[in-house]
C-alpha cells in the first residue's frame, strides 16, 4: 500500500498538491491515530499536529496554505 498527501485549496474541489510519502502504514499508525494497519484504506483530512508529525518523519516541509489529505492506493 502507498500513500500519498493531496492538498486542495480552501473551498475548491481538485488537489493542486500531491506528494507521495515513504512511510509504511505500520509507521502512520501513531501519527494518524490508527489501532490497525487497515484503517488506512480511507481518505483522512489532516490535522495541524499530524501534519507537523509527517513533515519530522519525512524531514519536509508541507504547504500550510492548503487543506491536506492523507489517502492511500495500491
Same mark, same amino acid.
Given at each position: 500500500?502507498?500513500?500519498?498527501?493531496?492538498?486542495?485549496?480552501?473551498?475548491?474541489? &481538485?488537489? @493542486? &498538491?500531491?506528494?507521495?510519502? #515513504?512511510? @509504511?502504514?505500520?509507521?502512520?499508525? #501513531?501519527?494518524?491515530?490508527?489501532?490497525?494497519?487497515?484503517?488506512?484504506? &480511507?481518505?483522512?483530512?489532516?490535522?495541524?499536529?499530524?501534519?507537523?508529525?509527517?513533515?519530522?518523519?519525512?524531514s519536509t516541509r508541507l504547504p500550510r496554505d492548503l487543506e491536506l489529505f492523507l489517502t492511500s492506493f495500491a
Amino acid at each position: 500500500m502507498k500513500h500519498m498527501l493531496m492538498g486542495v485549496p480552501h473551498d475548491e474541489d &481538485f488537489p @493542486t &498538491f500531491e506528494k507521495e510519502l #515513504p512511510l @509504511t502504514a505500520t509507521e502512520l499508525m #501513531p501519527i494518524m491515530g490508527w489501532r490497525h494497519a487497515d484503517e488506512c484504506a &480511507f481518505d483522512y483530512r489532516l490535522t495541524e499536529q499530524q501534519i507537523c508529525d509527517l513533515e519530522k518523519a519525512c524531514s519536509t516541509r508541507l504547504p500550510r496554505d492548503l487543506e491536506l489529505f492523507l489517502t492511500s492506493f495500491a
